[in-house]
């Protein structure tokens, strides 16, 4: 029987050594022969220091994997098995510029959300549009995990605009099962959260302990100071009358939401000292860790990598990989077709929510209507991803411009135009699907 | 054959005057023997001077219909066929506060949208649910015509809690059809607007004349810098590439929504101008309207009552009268519940939607789904508007602070806390409801 | 200013003389100028006699309207305002065919419902769609009013297939109306029934008078043993308890849901006494009308009109043109999209609702839920209207049979094979699009 | 550390000898201490001999569960963690009347679905009701597992009218899987289906071996005449065609549904050969179960056992049991409240859905729209479902009735009123919360 192929897109990522623990930790499961890491001509000497230290992992581990580099993705897809999306395009330059370009406003800038993960997802719609194309034709029975950011909507894009069989992939829900563990001093395989809600905008309803329901406890953990931000959030505490009031356990993201001014000004006073944005940050990490990469003595994981914002991102790939080629119907918290789980929103948007994974795919939990707690920013938030995905689609000014204004970290409609109009001129390289609007 | 009888909560309001004027521009169509004003003992001044002018402008008019005062509701109430309701619990004084404390905390400050709306809200609501277990009561049969604000969030409060038959009536469309026709040059009767939304959060989606859209032409004229405000709002010109972008009409009040920064900035400042609010003016208006009032030559309604916001709220009311007791079948647009016309949202929620209009009431049109450019907004509102209903009947801080929280208006979970905290404090007397929280 | 041109598919129908009626009688509102008759070949005899009628009739009345004959219909369609369908594929003798298939397997045999209605749709499906090809060619602007049976499912597949403006329409809600104002010794005018349902399948959920609810009354009237039954469907009495336990005035057809037996037995003790189906009457009175028609001294509607089944039908027709002409707003009970009118039903589908009909079209009032006492019977046969249009459109066995087996008065999946065999042998003429199967 | 305490409503029954097995089978997993079986007085006999050999097969287990019986619930309920409903108002006479009853009108005669089922549920719901009033005040936390049939109905009602934590249980989908990894000539754990319906109307939508779709290979199997049918259903071949358009498994009971007249011919065979109902040799069955369960040297679960109708039902039951107390998130087919899993229901009914189950209870897995083939005939169970509670909790005739009439097997309304009137008379000392209708 022939082994498994892998085909990475952004395989020279820094992220890519994760990956290749996580198919070591799971050789009796996952009986892979191929990985090949696919990325583009600029970033050939990343590439070459990945591949290289992923061939020492695993010949370190006594496993027979072959890596192949590539800068041609059509070979590297041909009849994979599964396709692993991590590709950023523009790399961390655009990065900082998606963080800068919102704060000269005073609007949060952030990767992501707001008016930053706009432009990354109009950078990286068409480049996704492209690759999926690519998969119909050469590898139509893989499954594409995609934890390209914003998750969410490329999975809702790559759902309503292509035949690929997507999962998207998230670190904040595990992120938060580990930090309520850590909370009540237990192991994460005891903990269960209830989770509601969109990528990088989801909510804890209830959590459960050895399925006895604990919310409450954890909810008073935070209300006393605790902490579950991520790397890459400002670790602002959240205030305890409105952590009671909302009965549910934010996800870090939420600060942004919930907390915008005062979020807004650690980001403005932080950028002001001239440290730049987090994209600055992440450049040095970087730096650092492909120096790291480069030792040949190396030949595991380097603990480095998991002061990357990503950490665990890969491993979960992988996990959710197994998952599906063993049939093994775990529960992971994905990014799925909605199907009449949240009753609130159209059957056919993308939301993230509990499921039940095995070989046919990713069945999520059935939720129901949302409370009207969070109905509104749910809604508010899935209208600007579906406007998001058309306009990144057909380049329309007029629904991007659209898209921006339903944005709830846009203050106001013109605010939203002088955003855009610099998000398409800094990086009209890449938004080619636009007319030129002066 | 007995004439109508028609019970007016909040009597000597200075809008009764124009009620008065409708039922005598209407005499050959709707037979009234009886017109009970009822108020308050603090109004019983300014009850008096317009019970006076109603029965001069009646008399003038060679109408025999009683007018009578009342401090007491019960009587008045007793068999009415119907009852208007345009009380302001707390006065011009409350309105005043609603307006200046969100200001404090540089959000928005205005009467029926935000903070203000939804301290205007919680003290109305115990109020209007007295006065409707006296109607269940009293005259179970009588329509409850309400333009008590605000309309929309009253109005579903009434559906939900009680039996009173009820259809909440705003200005805002009928404004907006007068102000495209003026724009078109054609009389009002010519022009028919598709409206979809919520009360003062309303859009044009397709305007008609003569049953031929023409939405691109009157979207046209308004990005051209024609005008289509209200008294009470500012006047300030919305850009014509978010004006594309939208596609429908935007009803006045969304420039709190969509320039909220633009209008905080004009808010503020007027106020530090030492002008007061737009409370502030309105005392002025009314002291000088009932001056006029006093007059006792005077037997009609004084041009000067159009300045005031609400003009032709009661005419509309008294239309409204008109057609559910002719079996009209004329087309209002009312507040009622939605049962499917918007079909994104639940069915026993209150919407404001074009209604044919009989005697058994008022049935809308049907919508379908919103667009995704308003529906963020239509759903967070809505929510908003569930959680103030809940928070005003039971009086529970944190349901109320969640509300706020969802008001798009806010900005940060610990301003509306803040927000909250004067609200109740500066309140206190109206809002018996609300234990006591430090 | 041009006159109105309309174009009538089918032109040669005994009808026409009622839709020049109509068109004479509304002179004052609907200044048409040219009518075309549209026939095929076959009919060529009765399109001459037809036409000259309506000249005399237009003449007679002293209107200028040019009637004119095509055997091909882009001329007659190009630029038409208004196109009528009227017309019926594979004639009366097809018709026969309908009815008696199903008898033999002792299912009810019925011109627009069960396997009878289903046959006509397969036939009538193809042509339909051929036709509004030419209308969105020729006359992308026309309103298409539909009374071509089976009207709901006609209309349904125009508004799936293609972007023709159209409106279906019947005569069974006029029926029940003026029925119930026969009843209840009014004029039609003061009466209001609250429609509930698909063409023919309509509930009268609640009856006004003046706008006051009489339904209580009607039942009793029917409880009592009043009829409102139509030509073509078997006056058999409602059981009285039925009657009380479903609350709504059901309609002529639903006899056959809901007195299934008793309405076959009926059916094939007629048949069995040798005097054929309903269209071998039909065929009678056909061609007493014809020979009536044929009278060069004739120039008015004929009384023998009436006596045919589909009568008023045709009146309803111009009475719905001359409300998009007007913009009149009136309200008309027609088959449009849902748009959420029923809550239960997806917005895409296609109901029988009342609606206020302007030149923007109809736009239906809102419902709500469905009963469960009704909701099983309208979602069962929307079903099988969906699989019925896709069957016939995409000419699938399997799609075709499963449309049968859906339909509530076929009573095993066995049966409907065997009428299924039947009605693509014996139609295989019109049924081109079937693949053949032995 | 206490164990858990189990109490069987209707522990006499001769499926208790399973439910011991299956706690000793999982002996290592579910730490039993006692057992309450509960009957009533007529069942003191059936009890005893039950509750002897229950002692002597954990006796034989070496297992230390004390195992008790009770004619008085209190006691039993006090505190249970578990609570099972397996009992029969009426016994087997009533279902042999129910089997009967509509057989006399040439309508199915069945024990839960159609007329008989409806007989039942009137039976069972108000003695059910009264369970769950105990429930609720004496083991407020318990689980209730109910396998009492009509087991979806039974459900729905304590959904709707109680706060008692239930989970319905059926085991078609268990026999289907098993009928399938037959065909397949494979282990049952590696078959998935992906099931959509209600209880006794369910359908294998898609059928995974080891994750891989296997529907067209199952589908060929059944057109070859491979039977899945269980030992209460007559075994009538499906046709092949009808199974091809399809497109999906169809459970045991829908022969019901798409063979309603060839059923009928087999049953109105088989009892005019004298041989009565099934009922009739269920009476058989247990009588000779009873003679072998009394032999004192048995300490097993007979294998006579098996020839019973719902057998497997019993260790399903503690299956579950088990995956809720060990939290182990089982994927089990249930009975549970729909929450948007099937997206074309309301949320708040009662659905059989794939779902996880844990200490938390069972969450289903979304599924989306119904497909049109089967959309009316799971829409028209579940309204007559709904009928029938609300028939059984109010006692009103009218609502009865309109639920027999809503039952797809019942033909017409006058034979529903018959039924009725048969099933209300027979069953007078049950029926008490209906008055006297002659």
Redesign the interface.
Known sequence: MKGLKIAVIGGGSSYTPELADGFIKRADRLPVSEIWLVDIEAGREKLGIVAALAKRMFAGAGMNIEVKTAFERTTALENADYVIAQFRVGGLWARALDEQIPMRYRVIGQETTGPGGFAKALRTIPVMLDICRDIEKHAPKAWLINFTNPSGIITEMVHRHTNVKIIGLCNVPIGMVSNVARLLGVESSRI?IDFVGLNHLIWGK?V?L????VTERVLQYLCDGESMTMKNIPDLK??A??L???GMIPCPYHRYY?????ILEEELKEFNKGKGTRATQVMEVEKELFRVYNNIQLDKKPEQLEKRGGAFYSDAAVSLISS?YN?S?D?HTVNV???????SLP?DVVIEA?S?V???GA???????LD??I???V??????E??TV?AAVSGD???A??AL??N?LV???????MILGDILKENENYLTQFRAKS
Chains 1, 2, 3, 4 share one sequence.
């Open positions: 269960t209830d459960y050895d399925g006895e329901k959240m205030d009358d409105f009671k009031s909302l919930y907390m915008t001014e005062e599906i049939n119907k529960i077709r909605n199907n009449g789980t949240i009753s059957d509990n039940v095995g070989s046919s069945r999520p939990l059935a939720i129901g209507r009207d707690s109905n509104g920013l809604q508010t938030v899935k209208s600007y579906l406007l058309k000014y007029y629904t411009l659209q204004i339903c709830p203050k106001s409609a013109n605010t939203a135009k």
